[in-house]
């Protein structure tokens, strides 16, 4: 399938086909492709919540406006090598059961510090 033309691909390499199966192996790519891009899509919204949820815990914790909050999950996700959907979970974690992951505490300790003393 041509992305730009939504028309099926022309394949020299491969036997004739008649026109409906050219037709149902387009349709078939465009249902793989597009299911790909669903999964990428939920991936994505449940990234996000974690981390809106994240930066929720830490408006409450460190009295930081959202920027704040945002900014403290995106430097300690930088400054730890740990991907900021992980910190996030992390944060959300500590929020539900008072213990924070040693994979970020100091880290998060010292920007939150940073942010409070500005």
Known sequence: MDPWTLEPAVRHDA???SGTEQVVEA???QIHDLQSKLGQLENALESHAVVDRATGVLIAVGRLSS???WD???ETSMSTNIKLRHVAALVVAWGRTGHLATDIQGELSRRL???VTE
């Open 15 to 17: 036997e004739p086909t």
């Open 27 to 29: 349709q078939s790519a």
């Open 67 to 69: 920027d704040e909050a």
């Open 72 to 74: 403290v999950l995106r």
């Open 113 to 115: 510090n940073l942010h």
